[in-house]
């Protein structure tokens, strides 16, 4: 599997300067989750982002800042459920599933280009760049009035690049069985 890590990390740093418990800024502190995200199940995330959401013009939420509308329709894609923590392991699962959603796949297939992916990971994270056009390192959402750009273009280029030059990651292996285990196995088959 593509080690994901380091695009996935660029993006955050942007985004929420790696904090997986953080939330839109302009929210008041009143209205701030009861407590940290990565200790609320998605369910509960998305029932105070839906508690929210006509007061303020944002409610991101964790690493990816992650919307509400967006995590709605994301959690089962990425093998979630909504009694699943939104803890730091399920917030890179989000994450890796949003970059599926927006061409990964077809990226490191050589389907499109880095350039094209650059530009669709910028309609999902407004901290990063349009890398091409008109409107070349700004925001895809500049003068909304919310978000700029606060990423470079060569830097997401150069995460964009990282993530098929890193190493891939490796599954986690199976907990050591322990040595009587194994013999029992060995010997009887599993039988009882």
Do not use: C
């Not at 939330?23 to 200790?39: C, D, N």
């Not at 990964?104 to 389907?111: F, K, M, P, V």
Request: aromatic share 8%; glycine share 8%; net charge positive.
């Amino acid at each position: 599997m593509t080690n994901l890590a380091p695009l996935r990390d660029y993006i955050a740093k942007y985004e929420s300067r790696g904090d997986y418990n953080i939330v839109w800024g302009g929210i008041a502190t009143r209205h701030r989750p009861p407590k940290p995200l990565v200790k609320m199940r998605i369910g509960e995330v998305l029932a105070w982002q839906d508690s929210i959401d006509a007061m303020y013009m944002s409610e991101a939420s964790g690493k990816y800042q992650i919307m509400e509308d967006t995590l709605r329709g994301l959690y089962k894609s990425a093998g979630l459920s909504t009694q699943d923590l939104f803890n730091e392991a399920s917030q890179d699962k989000l994450a890796d599933a949003l970059l599926v959603r927006r061409g990964l796949d077809r990226y490191l297939n050589g389907e499109i280009n880095a350039h094209s992916f650059a530009n669709k990971l910028a309609r999902e994270w407004a901290s990063l760049p349009v890398v091409t056009g008109a409107n070349r390192g700004k925001s895809y959402y500049a003068g909304d009035g919310l978000n700029k750009a606060h990423a470079s273009v060569d830097g997401i280029m150069a995460a964009i690049d990282a993530i098929k030059k890193a190493p891939a990651s490796k599954p986690t292996p199976p907990a050591p069985v322990h040595w009587l285990s194994a013999l029992l196995q060995s010997l009887f088959g599993g039988r009882s």
